[in-house]
């Protein structure tokens, strides 16, 4: 089981891939933009972040730049 925090701003794949990592007993955290992800990552420092590229508010790369950056957060997949 891992700590998942899922980052998709449309809500149909948001909500399949959601069920699809729960329904493989990991524990799913969700952000609807790259800012929010941000956020809950700091808070939730989940084990993995899956990113969507195109977001309102901060794209996926400049989130996975934020992340390796960030204190506590650079070793997450």
């Given at each position: 089981m891992a700590r998942i925090l899922l980052v998709e701003d449309e809500d149909i794949q948001r909500k399949a891939v959601e069920a699809?990592?729960?329904?493989?007993?990991h524990v799913v955290f969700l952000a609807t933009n790259g800012a929010q992800a941000l956020v809950l990552a700091q808070d939730k420092k989940p084990d993995v972040i899956l990113t969507d590229m195109g977001m309102p508010k901060m794209d996926g790369?400049?989130?996975?730049?934020?992340?390796?950056?960030a204190p506590g957060l650079a070793g997450t997949y």
């Open positions: 699809m990592l729960k329904a493989a007993d790369k400049t989130l996975c730049q934020k992340v390796r950056s």
